[in-house]
């Protein structure tokens, strides 16, 4: 699991640019992926050797004296509650403010570790006289950075990786699946993992963001291993505290990453929400094979086509993962629970597949013979070959004449032949161009 890391503070202090400053560039994503490509808050980040998850808290944005203590409070609670260590940064332009010292107050309190940046330092050399204020915050020695130039963000990394908690030497069984469980709150998620282990192994309560950590269970079927992880639930966006819904995706962050395939649990009471999207959204960018399951069937009222609806609903909102199929439960009752393992080994199976490069490479020729290349000012794009780089997802490198010729549509089209060709259902596909090197 990695640890994450929090970056608190007032609103333009600087936190936006030094979460990119860190994470450095991201590859963007061609799909319009909801709460991903928009409104991305956290990232994997890695400094010598050390792999992290970076969090953006988002300002606390002054709406009345009432509320921002509120939103204050959430922020600042919510951040300590997830965080392995927490970087607090104030501007040295403003000097020290209220809501700095009413933020800092929390965060002594936490029993976390806690680095205070003094943002804004542009200039090179002794740090401004300004800066010595802020040793009355009680949270240490100031570091100086400046997150625009990247003044000081080595020296800020360095604090960072020595407070990271020891990484897990665990070894982990090999013939083991690890299932995660995620959702919003109240899907069911615990209700399913206690009805395959018949038994209530988790507590199943109606209070959102109780449970920081993911609880692991394991079970046997068939001879085969699993390990479920329940993690805790997307909360509601509330009317004034809308960082707490951002956070609340972090939660789920850890269990997706170290998880084979992720059960995307939807309340087909409610239908598709926001959260349910981002969610997926993550998932779908860390690659992972999934299945979305639609729970609480059972109480669903059925007329002619109430599945076949709900099911062409599922791919509308997730049109970003249309190759993840859809299952129809009930946790409550059992109701086809048993036939997820099934699914969950078949994703997996297409999550890893490999394609030899000659099969490979004969349905990418077919497919540019059916439909040519796109062209631009008399340059058409050449495909000369194709390989699989790896799994887990199924990862292409094409090598072409001309990167900037390969279009998204048409990366598209040859995802879709793949697919025609070879399933891979309930995994995304990646594809990397690269410029053959001319000799």
């Known amino acids: 699991m990695k640890p994450v890391v929090a970056v608190v503070g007032r609103p333009n202090v ?9 994470t450095g560039k991201r590859i963007s994503i061609v799909e319009d992926t909801p709460g991903i490509t928009r409104d991305r808050i956290y990232a994997d980040a890695e400094w010598c050797g050390r792999e992290f998850t970076l969090v953006d808290t988002g300002g606390i944005e002054p709406a009345g004296t009432d509320e921002i203590l509120v939103q204050m409070r959430n922020q600042a609670e919510l951040a300590i509650d997830m965080a392995d260590v927490i970087v607090f940064m104030v501007n040295v332009n403003d000097g020290m403010t209220a809501s700095d010292k009413d933020v800092a107050a929390m965060l002594r309190k936490c029993g976390r570790p806690v680095l205070l940046v003094c943002n804004k330092v542009d200039r090179p050399g002794e740090p401004p006289m300004e800066m010595y204020e802020f040793y009355n915050l009680g949270i240490g020695d100031p570091i100086a950075i400046s997150s625009i130039h990247g003044m000081g963000v080595g020296d800020l990394l360095d604090e960072i990786v020595a407070l990271l908690p020891e990484e897990d030497a665990e070894e982990e069984e090999e013939d083991v699946i690890k299932v995660a469980i995620v959702g919003k709150p109240n899907a069911g998620k ?16 109606n209070v959102a963001g109780t449970t920081r950590d993911a609880i692991d269970s394991t079970y046997e079927k068939d001879g085969q291993k699993y390990v479920l992880i329940d993690t805790a639930g997307m909360r509601k966006r509330g009317k004034i ?34 959260q349910d999207t981002k969610i997926a959204g993550y998932v779908h960018e860390a ?50 629970v048993d036939d997820l393992f099934a699914q969950i080994k078949s994703v997996l199976a297409e999550n890893t597949k490999r394609i030899s490069t000659g099969v490979l490479n004969d349905v990418i020729n077919e497919a540019i013979a059916m439909v040519q290349p796109p062209s631009d000012k008399g340059k058409r794009l050449k495909i000369y070959y194709a390989t699989q780089a790896s799994t887990k997802p199924p990862t292409f490198i094409l090598f072409v004449n ?3 010729l390969a279009h998204y549509s048409y990366i598209r089209y040859l995802e879709n032949q793949l697919r025609a060709k070879f399933g891979f259902e309930g995994t995304p596909v990646r594809f990397i161009v690269r410029e053959k090197k001319k000799k």
Not at 190 to 198: D, P, R, T
Not at 245 to 253: D, F, G, Q
């Open 287 to 336: 690659g992972k094979a999934s299945i979305i399951v639609v729970n609480k069937w059972d109480i669903v009222e059925k007329e002619t086509n109430t599945m076949k609806n709900f099911k062409n609903r599922v791919k509308e909102q997730f049109n970003f993962m249309m190759y993840a199929p859809s299952m129809f439960i009930s946790a409550k009752t059992g109701q086809r």
């Open 190 to 205: 615990s209700s399913l993992v206690n009805k395959i282990l018949g038994e209530n192994r988790v507590i199943v309560s």
């Open 241 to 274: 505290n809308e960082n707490v819904e951002r956070y609340s995706v972090v939660r789920a962050l850890s269990a997706v990453d170290r998880a084979d395939v992720c059960l995307i649990m939807v309340d087909a009471t409610e239908g598709i929400t926001e």
């Open 402 to 404: 001309n990167a900037e």
């Open 14 to 22: 600087g936190k936006s640019t030094l979460f990119n400053k860190i």
